[in-house]
């Protein structure tokens, strides 16, 4: 019986958020306020698809249209540090709390 109230509990249970990529979530990066969920990045010009998400030791490249990436380095509870490749620019985000 114990068994079965255990598979009911876990079979009821919202996703966990550790299923969800360290870099999910509201970031102030400098220079704006980046928003990433697990499918879409937002720098405050509207959300863009995420169409391939790389993961590379604890570092990420998110890949969008036009072969435009981005790569997310050194990700905390409440700090990773975000790069383009096209423009070069680099900034440390600091997460926002929700």
């Known amino acids: 019986m114990l068994r079965l109230a255990a598979a009911l509990l876990v079979a009821v249970l919202p996703a966990n958020a550790a299923d969800e990529p360290p870099y999910v979530g509201t970031w102030d990066c400098e220079v704006s306020t980046f928003t990433f969920t697990a499918d879409t990045y937002d720098s405050g010009e509207g959300p863009m698809q995420v169409l391939k998400s790389e993961k590379d030791g604890d570092a990420y490249t998110l890949t969008f249209a036009d072969d435009y990436q981005i790569g997310l380095a050194n990700i905390t509870a409440t700090e990773m ?5 096209a423009s070069g620019d680099t900034f440390h985000c600091k997460r926002i709390e929700n």
């Open 81 to 85: 540090d975000w790069a383009s490749g």
